[in-house]
């Protein structure tokens, strides 16, 4: 890996600094702020006792999330969606996402019949906004459980197995982990990646927003990801072991 | 005033503790966190420099404001309006009024041709959001317009006056300042005040929920809602002085 | 109070010709075109014999408004709500302002599990809708009760008190009642007030489109209302006793 | 034609009164109320000096329409458009109707450059709505375009042709002129038909609600609608000539 | 009727080569691709085991449609519906058309509680196709029917009759039978007829779109509408003895 | 890998039977039919003389593209998304990763300021439509660009390299190539490739629906892909050299 400037002299295959506050607010079943560098997002678990029509009857519960962003959480204002009177397809493909990549860790039967929703909202943007808001709201789905199962609501968990996120890109040449706003800008290939606590892969998605990119660089991508996955599964126990 | 038991031993003309937090974000012009005890909103200023149709080409400038609640920041999860696919007339309701508000102490001659938008995002909800949101948004606003002072873009504030804005309401036969949430859902009448630093009012919007008022209650509550925008007029100036 | 010119030579504490027409329409329970001066509102009760979700069940009846404005009601036409897809916020802020006022003179609980839609459609404006709107739709409402008393449906009725509302305001320094359109275009202050039979306040609201206010010029602004309301309502009572 | 008992005694082949009141409100350039029996429609034809952009630059104006019915203008309140947020089929099936009826006696390049907007609101509902409109519409529109004749914004009258509608169809075996809610409800065929006031057709749409029709049974329909719009032709000139 | 040159040197009474095939798409109970010349039309009938909240408990089923043009079936491309939101009101009025059609030949009692959904895409646009999608709607529905027929779902047919449909428009003075798109934007009349195999009316709609036409036009249109439509129903009785 | 029985003796790496038809459609620059084995998917190329707003003079062109499916290509009839009034998350997601995957191939400075949009309309669904979208746009997209080469609109091609797709996944423990329907609906892990002529990367999109999956997976099922598209592309280059 050849020798790249970031911003804080930080390595190639470094993270940004990792910070996550579990209890940010006070109403949710599971609140945690989850810092990526600069960027911030506010994920949230709520328990809900009643699953939408697909589930009903099923025996079974359902993990969904929404995603958000502030309107000024980005270098110049956007739309507020709300104002606009609809979500942008960026944003439904974000809370897709996430979704999915909680669903991939739970036991839905095991929930019994009950909504778990994440709600991932950015407060300060600087790339990397979808795979903090999937390693936060993991850590905000575990509080809630924990909540369930000391209410005795639930016998034993639903959660299988810990999940997280990060995104890696080319930038220049270099394969870096953890791409920050201006290296997302810069990047040829950005790739954003899901794995579970076990070291599997439950979301890979990459895109050549410039060349095309080749089987190698795929390689070393995964394996980057790799690393940094296994970095934040770490933090996510340390966060929750405390308190 | 007869005696009353509020949350924290609070007496019935004092507010909660208020808390303004400047710069809380890194990208807006302002960004200020205004916390009335429990409840949390984050106010940004984007300053655009176009205006809205109806000021193109009349030298002047607008301020406006938006209003948003996380789906989380209350006791239950409520539906996210980007969702929905619309604003409540709850929230247009509210967003009117500190625009209303703001655009009361701004000279929009002197701002020139230029938008200033305001971003009021509850984070956490235990009542008063839209009176924290206003209290808030002046400083936000200021910061803002310190900035296009110090870069020469404006020669002079456009800004005439500190606006600020606090509930007051009727409990059990006691007039309250500084309603928190489950006063506010207790109470006969609920009257939302906004005034200027030179003491006049901008906005007087009072409610009665369960029995009328008397002409003698309105001015009681008009006297504690002077009180409190006083003190809050001082946090203000205290806060903008800081750093 | 100095002298001002109105059209009509009207004094500055006068209504303006009030006219209250019901049976305006036949197919609603209450129908009443009222007219304030060249304002003029057609207002219909229709009862349901249903509750929206959240009063389902619970023994109570509900009290709705909605307010609409026909597109060339105003000098110049404005788009059609039901074109662009969506109510203004102005619409929502006054059918809200309408609903609660008449909630606030209804024993909801005497009214039983059924709902009373108020729909006040603006056929001519020319200032002071919204307060015309509440006038009318008192009456309109009225009629629906009497038609439930008198079918045996309702043993008792469930109107507590007379409800009316006015629009004051300072003109170039002056505190004028009920404000025609040009008078409302040129004011400092506005105020809409809604008072109850008994001379309490149900709702205000005052704004300071320039100057802001001071209590002195609130108290003068809330005497005028008091006495035009106190006319409204012998000018309802004498409708309703008609025919 | 067989005997038929029709409310007020009224003959098969013989329109409900009909009355035609122009000036009904002030603001629009053409107001007028018209009444088929029961049925009430307010018209109001509004010019504006602009047109849309499949127009613009084509020294051509503009002739629409819209169409609207206030919620308790039937016998059960039906949802209001705007709060549903989008308008029924129905109610654009019916505004084409009326906005391809105006144009057809329109020479658009005689207009110039405007459009003038036929509002045509149902107030009450009785049967025959979208005819009344047409009627109706026709009369606001030569009010409208005799004020651009007046203040010489036009030098000649654009208007070709008068132009109404009626509603004929077949109950019970028996052909009728200008059905009433009832009959419309009880008929096997409906038809509505447009004319000029040189006896031509601009539009015909006849719809089988329960037996298709034959064509004899056309044209005795059809010879019905041509007895009713020329005397609707009749009382159009007889109301332009009044004041 | 005077010589006239059309493309493909057909005469003015004559319809466009007609092909109807069946089965062309696997899934749907009835999909039939239909062919007026270019103009194209993939038709399917969807039989549903309820039926909309009207018909609910009444014992009688539903028939309706739904219509839709791809972005390119036209010479320059369209917005899709359904990234701009809203269904135009052309489409509207077509589908409620082809909705009306089927259900005048169908028993509603006689298909039971249950809906039959006709689709008729637009895949290629050459004028016509409303009435293509009719005619091939028509071929689709019975070929759904006879599957519940030979299932046993349904003792008895509930289709009563055929039905199909036609255009025919006055250009430059002839009459002519199916007009394809150059005729159609040149005509000054053009009507839409639909019948059954009885040769009774169900639709008629006529519409002026230059010059207004006389009674005598109409009835040679009718006479041409009815020759095309018989020509179409004996083409739909030979598709449906195919296979 | 192991043996596993496919529907008509496919092999686990072997495609379905691929028919590409250009010309399917006359109106549209380009127009191609594409089917993997009963997924039939309708791909025009539409070119516009204008670019979107964020293109508007910076000399480049812009490619995008739309994604719809027939009410009822699929085994049972979904909601027309013209008629819910808007598009669901999974159109939006997949219409965002055409575009993405045709501007891999484009040079937009070369294609100058004109916009070509690619229309994928699914007829018929049985797994794969999205990768049979990206196959059959591209040579719809060749298509329209080699008009505008004949017509001299453009002087070079602007395209630097083929573009297709295909789908893969594990079925049981089976990597597969090109799944369809109930191989999808059975499937694990499943991953959607885009890759250009040159053998590289444009997007993997891999989802673990049931278990995550390893490392050693991934590199199995990317062979298959490359393997898969490398067919796909001498499909597309024979299909382009016909007529």
């Not at 969904?64 to 009177?85: F, I, K, N, Q, V």
């Not at 890979?204 to 990119?213: I, K, R, S, Y």
Request: glycine share 12%.
């Amino acid at each position: 890996m050849t020798a790249f400037t970031r911003s804080g002299g930080r390595a190639a295959d470094q993270l940004r600094p990792v910070r996550i506050t579990r209890g940010f607010t006070i109403h949710a079943e599971g609140s945690v702020l989850i810092e990526f560098g600069q960027t911030r997002v506010l994920c949230t678990a709520s328990v809900e006792e009643r699953v939408p029509p697909h589930k009903r009857g099923s025996g079974e519960g359902w993990v969904t999330a929404e995603y958000g962003m502030l309107p000024r959480a980005t270098h110049t204002r956007s739309d507020r969606e709300a104002a606009r009177g609809k979500q942008s397809g960026r944003t439904q493909e974000i809370q897709r996402l996430i979704g999915r990549s909680m669903r991939a860790v739970f036991d839905l039967a095991a929930l019994g019949e009950r909504t778990i929703h994440l709600d991932c909202d950015v407060l300060q943007a600087d790339g990397g906004t979808r795979t903090a808001a999937i390693t936060g709201a993991f850590v905000a789905a575990q509080d809630a459980v924990n909540k369930l199962l000391a209410a005795g609501t639930l016998a034993a968990t639903p959660i299988r197995s810990h999940v997280a996120a990060i995104s890696v890109g080319i930038v220049g040449g270099t394969p870096l982990l953890d791409l920050e706003y201006t290296e997302d800008s810069a990047c040829d290939t950005d790739m954003n990646v899901v794995m579970t606590g076990a070291g599997h892969f439950v979301e890979v998605q990459g895109t050549a927003e410039g060349a095309a990119f080749s089987r190698d660089e795929m390689n070393l991508l995964l394996g980057l990801a790799e690393k940094g996955i296994g970095e934040l599964i770490v933090l996510q126990q340390q966060s929750l072991l405390a308190k």
